[in-house]
Nanobody, 121 residues
Framework: VQLQASGGGLVQAGDSLRLSCAAS?????MGWFRQAPGKEREFVAG????????YYADSVKGRFTISRDNAKNTVYLQMNSLKPEDTAVYYC??????????????????WGQGTQVTVSS
């Protein structure tokens, strides 16, 4: 499975962006992670195949929304009220197995190439 992320860009604080990640095949749980310069890659949001369970990092809860369209094998990350501290390269990830904790990097076996999000103050 290959993942293609898009939608990043340069915005001002308070603006919104929507990231998309298209998978070349069917996947089960999908997630978004981000990595700022000099920092570890961190979990942002995750969603199970049925979309009945979503998970968010505390830092984005209430501002970001993850969703998916299984017919298109695509996951989205709607990011509202963006802050300068949201600046990072955002990576989408997918896994082909069920269950487990999808908030950790090791849960995923497929990764996209990353898309840059820069939020200016």
């Amino acid at each position: 499975v290959q993942l293609q992320a898009s939608g990043g860009g340069l915005v001002q604080a308070g603006d919104s962006l929507r990231l998309s990640c298209a998978a070349s095949g069917r996947t089960l749980s999908m997630g978004w992670f981000r990595q700022a310069p000099g920092k570890e890659r961190e979990f942002v949001a995750g969603i199970r195949w049925s979309a009945d369970s979503t998970y968010y990092a505390d830092s984005v809860k209430g501002r970001f929304t993850i969703s998916r369209d299984n017919a298109k094998n695509t996951v989205y990350l709607q990011m509202n009220s963006l802050k300068p501290e949201d600046t990072a390269v955002y990576y989408c990830a997918a896994r082909s197995s069920v269950g487990g904790d999808i908030r950790v990097k090791t849960a995923y076996n497929y990764w996209g190439q990353g898309t840059q999000v820069t939020v200016s103050s």
